[in-house]
């Protein structure tokens, strides 16, 4: 199954400071909700893992992390990552493409993600996996620009490991629900 995700976001820091934030994978994944960097190849090459559960099911990857494209001339980044569940039961791949624009008061973040996946996860379905997708994106999102705003996690993250949790998602799941049930009842309203 794969699901697709587009997002833009702003943030109020130049061009220049953010780009040296999001090409430092250290900073990075403490941004991503249940992901853990455990093993740096080289500038292009990592290894990690990722804990996602919803509801009673919990997978946990363990996975490779390629940076495809490194283009500081036009600000762009692109990686690909492929993980298998440990209890060997699935597995998840992932492609990101980033774009940093300059605005005048800071700088516009474009992201484009596919994420395919395979076994227990995937018996969610399409919708649901999707929907819970953008929540974590948007947590990435909300945990990027906190960081940028408490001064690029020079000091708050350096040297510092930490022990990844799980991405809970029920409370995503039950907002997700929430909004199907909204989207059901507003065109009931809009044909009534």
Request: hydrophobic share 35%.
């Amino acid at each position: 199954m794969e699901v697709k995700s587009d997002k833009n976001f702003e943030l109020n820091a130049d061009i220049h400071t953010v780009w040296n934030v999001l090409i430092n994978p250290e900073k990075v994944v403490t941004c991503v909700p249940g992901a853990e960097l455990t093993e740096t190849i080289d500038e292009n090459h990592l290894k990690g893992k990722v804990t996602i559960k919803i509801g009673p099911v919990t997978a946990k990857f363990n996975g490779d992390v390629e940076i495809e494209k490194r283009e500081i001339s036009n600000y762009e980044l692109a990686m690909t990552g492929k993980g298998s569940d440990i209890s060997g039961k699935g597995g998840a791949s992932m492609s990101m493409w980033l774009k940093l624009n300059a605005l005048e008061t800071g700088t516009e973040v474009c992201c484009r993600m596919t994420v395919s996946i395979t076994g227990r996860i995937a018996q969610f379905g399409a919708r649901m996996i999707g929907a819970v997708n953008n929540k974590m994106f948007e947590q990435f999102i909300s945990n990027f620009t906190n960081m940028m705003e408490q001064g690029n996690g020079d000091e708050s993250t350096a040297g510092r490991t930490r022990e990844a949790e799980p991405v809970k998602a029920a409370s995503l799941v039950s907002s997700v629900i929430v909004s199907e049930l909204k989207k059901k009842f507003d065109k009931k309203t809009e044909s009534e």
